[in-house]
C-alpha cells in the first residue's frame, strides 16, 4: 500500500520559513512527477509545484513562484518544499501528491496518490 506522510508544517510569522517534508513508502520505484497542492478554508484546492524524478525539471504556481522551491532526494521518493517570505495568504493545508505513470497531471488537479495533508498557518 502506498502512502505519502507529510510533516514540518505548523505556524510562523508573515516573512518566516518553514520546510515541508513528504515521506514515502509501499512503491516499488520512482514516481515518474511529485507534486505539492494546497487548500485554503472556503477554496479549491491549488497546485503549487511540481518536479519530474527524471530529469528534474520544476514548475511552480505564479502564486509561489520565487518564494517556494521544490526538491526530492536523488533515488528516493521524499520530496520536500522550501517555503521562503510566508504570507499571510499561504496558509492553508498542504498535500503532498505522486504520479506512478508517463503523465503529470498536477495542473489539472489529480494524482494517483495524496497524502494526508499538513497544516500551515502564517500569521501578519
Known amino acids: 500500500q502506498v502512502q505519502l506522510v507529510e510533516s514540518g508544517g505548523g505556524s510562523v510569522q508573515a516573512g518566516g520559513s518553514l520546510r515541508l517534508s513528504c515521506v514515502a513508502s509501499g512503491y516499488p520505484g520512482n514516481f515518474f512527477c511529485m507534486s505539492w497542492f494546497r487548500q485554503a478554508p472556503g477554496k479549491e484546492r491549488e497546485a503549487i509545484a511540481q518536479i519530474y524524478t527524471g530529469g528534474g525539471a520544476k514548475n511552480y504556481a505564479g502564486s509561489v513562484k520565487g518564494r517556494f522551491a521544490v526538491s526530492k532526494d536523488y533515488g528516493k521518493n521524499n520530496l520536500y518544499l522550501q517555503m521562503d517570505s510566508l504570507k499571510p495568504e499561504d496558509t492553508a493545508m498542504y498535500y503532498c501528491?505522486?504520479?506512478?505513470?508517463?503523465?503529470?497531471?498536477?495542473?489539472?488537479?489529480?494524482?494517483?496518490?495524496w497524502g494526508r495533508g499538513i497544516q500551515v498557518t502564517v500569521s501578519s
Open positions: 501528491a505522486a504520479e506512478s505513470r508517463s503523465r503529470c497531471r498536477t495542473w489539472i488537479g489529480e494524482a494517483d496518490y
